[in-house]
């Protein structure tokens, strides 16, 4: 959905290289959710952010990975040290609500390149 | 472990033909069922949703949802070169109270050759 937005579109790290995605969420909300998508396999859950609060990071490496959702500003997706195992597609999306029934909507994705 | 099984595919059909995609999971508590489209190289494109057992229809889209089989399904009808992608199953909600959590098949590919 073009109204949540992630940049850049594309990115290239060398190995040991910090890589550091955003994420705007649609106007209005306020939930944010990361999912990665690694090379045929299916989308997995990363981690759920609201403003200012990390809800659940049951889906992030214990290491080198970190999320944060400012009160001003894009969620930002960091990761220290990329590993080749970091290449992946990174998907964001956002929820007026945190609830079952809640749609969420996906930007476009950061496709990240390790090399 | 939650898990969300789609039939493997590739699956090919002919154009005008109807597509029937499949869809099974694996925890009873789950609430709210989802169907999205994602083209190569691009986002997941949320196409239908389905809270309830039965049927849903959305133009040429139906989902079917059924709990006691943990089972739900989408049904293209009239397929278009245009539905060419790879459709991803996700569940969200389970009895353990993340009901946020969006948990993925691996997707089938659909192939509708003109």
């Known amino acids: 959905n073009a109204g949540v937005m992630q940049n850049p579109r594309h990115l290239v790290r060398r190995r040991g290289q910090e890589a550091r995605l955003r994420c705007s969420p649609m106007k209005g909300h306020s939930h944010v959710y990361w999912y990665r998508q690694l090379p045929e396999e299916g989308l997995k859950f990363m981690v759920y952010?609201?403003?200012?609060?990390?809800?659940?990071e049951s889906g992030m490496p214990k290491e080198r990975f970190s999320a944060e959702f400012p009160k001003e500003g894009p969620s930002i997706l960091r990761i220290q040290q990329v590993v080749r195992g970091d290449s992946a597609a990174y998907f964001c999306?956002?929820?007026?609500?945190?609830?079952?029934?809640?749609?969420?909507?996906f930007g476009q994705g950061t496709r990240l390149t390790v090399v | 472990q939650k898990e969300v099984e789609q039939n493997s595919g590739p699956l090919s059909v002919p154009e005008g033909a109807i597509a029937s995609l499949n869809c099974t999971y694996s925890?009873?508590?789950?609430?709210?069922f989802f169907w999205y489209r994602q083209y190569s190289g691009k986002s997941p494109e949320l196409i239908m949703s389905?809270?309830?057992?039965g049927d849903k229809e959305d133009g040429r889209f139906t989902a079917q949802l059924n709990k006691a089989s943990q089972y739900v399904s989408l049904l293209i009808r009239d397929s278009q070169p245009s539905d060419s992608a790879t459709y991803l199953c996700a569940v969200n909600g389970n009895s353990g109270g993340s009901n946020y959590k969006l948990t993925f098949g691996k997707g089938t590919l659909l192939t509708v050759n003109p």
């Open positions: 952010l609201q403003k200012e609060n990390i809800i659940d």
């Open positions: 389905i809270y309830s057992n």
């Open positions: 999306a956002s929820s007026p609500l945190p609830d079952i029934n809640t749609e969420a909507f």
């Open positions: 925890d009873r508590g789950s609430q709210s």
